[in-house]
């Protein structure tokens, strides 16, 4: 391998999967403002949306996310429609 290529500040980091509360701590370079107190010591804090603990690939089951209101609207449009 190339000598001088790769990052020389690895530590330990905190990834937090925001959808269901999971922590996992690995060494990464990534940047962080945010800290977070794991058994007495402090890590670097990244919050993550998704993780293979919450994606349905992953876990197996399949949930549905509906923040702007587009399964309501769906259903009052085409979900009551009786066949004549």
Do not use: C
């Amino acid at each position: 391998m190339k000598k001088g290529i790769h990052p020389e500040n690895y530590r330990e980091v905190v990834f937090k999967d925001m959808s269901n509360e999971e922590t996992f701590i690995t060494r990464s370079t990534v940047a962080s403002k945010e800290t977070i107190e794991i058994d007495g010591v402090t890590y670097p804090l990244v919050k993550l949306e998704i993780t293979s603990s919450s994606h349905p690939f992953f876990t197996g089951k399949q949930k549905l996310v509906d923040t702007a209101g587009r399964v309501d609207k769906f259903m009052s449009r085409y979900g009551n429609r009786k066949k004549k």
